[in-house]
């Protein structure tokens, strides 16, 4: 149903209540009475207020999530009876679409046309992709001798951890929630405290579309408390996180001092878009690359932040995107005509700042944006900026910026090209733009990421699995592949 701005205005302001941790089915207040302010992107103000949940609340979400597993209402459920709730609670998060979207984006600063999609859609074409792959897992028979049976059962973990951050909650919480659910597992959801709000809200969805209590809990509150304590908690059984390598780190660390579980991560990246003389359609490419890197600010974690142009036509692409990225409409994130809204948080705008700035010092060059804007507003904006002469040694080169800030490089030829691509730690996503199919099919073989993409950047969808290589991570997202994470192979050894 077409989405009009009278539609969107009018829930802009709704009042948003207290909002306590949802646990074994009901809503409770943290054990130590802390809240945390919710400050909005979009104005600087403050428009809700979230639990700041601790270590006991952890504890009392992880004892509810393993008392529902043992129990059995969910974890030993017929498939059909999964299928069926998980379908019921995509009905529910279709129904509620607008008010999610509009919620998360006065959360985080998403532009409306992108949120809608990538939210409240993202996440019910999720929970409907994993009920209908649920019943479709089947276990195996090995080959054995006539008097030997060997058979191979898949079986849920147990209690399932998420961490997910706050740039798309509904769409990453929904990656690892949905097919943890739907392989019969219990889920304890931790979400950044930047962005709780739809979370909270799925929460009450899931309940009403029939989810037992106590087999998905959401504990809000700080990372460096209500994260930790999941990660060292010694009745987790398996930990996917989605955010920085220094949490990273830290999860593995705690995963080492406790119970050894599982500890899956996607850690972003520093994606390479590479453009070759020979693109198609190079109009197409700036246009599709400066939107890779500049739509919800940069803060997306397969953004393209890396633009390698061949030498022959890098004066004149560069001017393309730059020229493209002028005329992008940043501001009120609520606005449908806005194609990039408000970055997170005043501290990631000056992080995203500060990289300009040495960027600027180390020797390159800002053709375009490179500072805040609509100051004004209170809000967090920053104009989407170009920074050409950009070299492998510079930090903008490296380092993940998760902002609006994209790094030119020029290569000589296919072999430099690759060579770039793959000079950093990560190797989470890229792209490849040539009409060459030969070439295009050799760079998808030397580029170290997950994801390639061809002659566009963006839009994979979940019959794809989306992870990383290197300091990315581990652990695959998305399609059938996701399964893995959350179930174990038993086998049982008949003798005849």
């Given at each position: 149903m077409p989405i009009d701005q009278n539609a969107i205005d009018g829930l802009r302001n709704r009042p948003v209540g207290p909002q306590s941790l949802f646990i074994d089915g009901a809503w409770a207040t943290a054990a130590s009475g802390?809240?945390?302010?919710?400050?909005?992107?979009?104005?600087?103000?403050?428009?809700?207020?979230?639990?700041?949940?601790?270590?006991?609340?952890?504890?009392?979400?992880v004892a509810a999530a393993r008392r529902a597993f043992d129990a059995g209402k969910w974890s030993r459920a017929a498939p059909a009876e999964r299928k069926k709730v998980m379908h019921r609670i995509a009905d529910l998060i279709e129904t509620h679409a607008l008010e999610l979207a509009v919620l998360g984006v006065r959360d985080n600063g998403t532009e409306i046309s992108m949120a809608l999609k990538a939210e409240p859609g993202s996440a019910a074409g999720t929970f409907r992709y994993y009920a209908e792959a649920l019943d479709k897992v089947y276990g195996e028979i090995a080959p054995t001798p006539p008097n030997v049976l060997g058979l191979v059962h898949r079986e849920p973990v147990g209690v399932v951890a998420a961490i997910v951050p706050w740039n798309f909650p509904m769409m990453i919480g929904a990656w690892k929630v949905a097919p943890a659910l739907a392989a019969g597992n219990s889920v304890v959801l931790k979400p950044a405290e930047a962005a709780s709000l739809t979370l909270l809200r799925l929460a009450a969805l899931c309940a009403e579309a029939g989810l037992p209590d106590g087999v998905l809990n959401v504990v809000t509150g700080k990372g460096s408390v209500a994260g930790e304590a999941l990660g060292l908690h010694m009745d987790v059984d398996v930990l996917a996180f989605t955010g920085s390598g220094f949490v990273g780190r830290k999860l593995l660390e705690y995963s080492a001092r406790s119970n050894l579980k599982r500890v899956y991560l996607e850690l972003g990246g520093k994606s390479p878009n590479i453009v070759f003389a020979d693109a198609p359609d190079l109009d197409q490419a700036a246009k599709v690359s400066a939107f890779g890197i500049f739509r919800n600010s940069g803060q997306v974690c397969v953004a393209g932040s890396r633009l390698l142009v061949e030498e022959s036509i890098h004066d004149e692409f560069a001017a393309k995107v730059a020229a493209i990225a002028a005329k992008m409409k940043v501001g009120d994130p609520?606005?449908?005509?806005?194609?990039?809204?408000?970055?997170?948080?005043?501290?990631?705008?000056?992080?995203?700042?500060?990289?300009?700035?040495?960027?600027?010092?180390?020797g390159g060059a800002i053709k375009i944006g490179g500072r805040r804007i609509l100051a004004e507003t209170g809000g967090f904006y920053m104009a989407p900026t170009v920074v050409t002469g950009v070299e492998p040694s510079m930090h903008l080169a490296r380092e993940e910026v998760f902002g609006p800030v994209l790094g030119v490089m020029r290569f000589a030829d296919e072999a430099d090209a690759v060579r770039l691509a793959n000079s950093t730690v990560y190797g989470l996503a890229s792209a490849v733009w040539t009409a060459n199919l030969s070439k295009a099919h050799r760079m998808i073989r030397a580029i170290r990421a997950g994801v390639v993409h061809v002659n566009t950047y963006g839009g994979a969808d979940m019959t794809v699995p989306l992870g990383g290589v290197g300091q990315s991570g581990n652990g695959h997202d998305k399609s059938m592949h996701a399964l893995d994470k959350y179930t174990d192979l038993k086998t049982a050894w008949i003798q005849m």
């Open positions: 802390a809240r945390l302010d919710v400050i909005s992107p979009i104005d600087g103000g403050t428009f809700a207020t979230i639990a700041d949940g601790g270590a006991t609340d952890v504890d009392r979400a609520l606005d449908l005509a806005t194609e990039a809204g408000a970055v997170s948080s005043a501290e990631q705008l000056e992080k995203d700042l500060d990289f300009v700035r040495r960027a600027e010092s180390e």
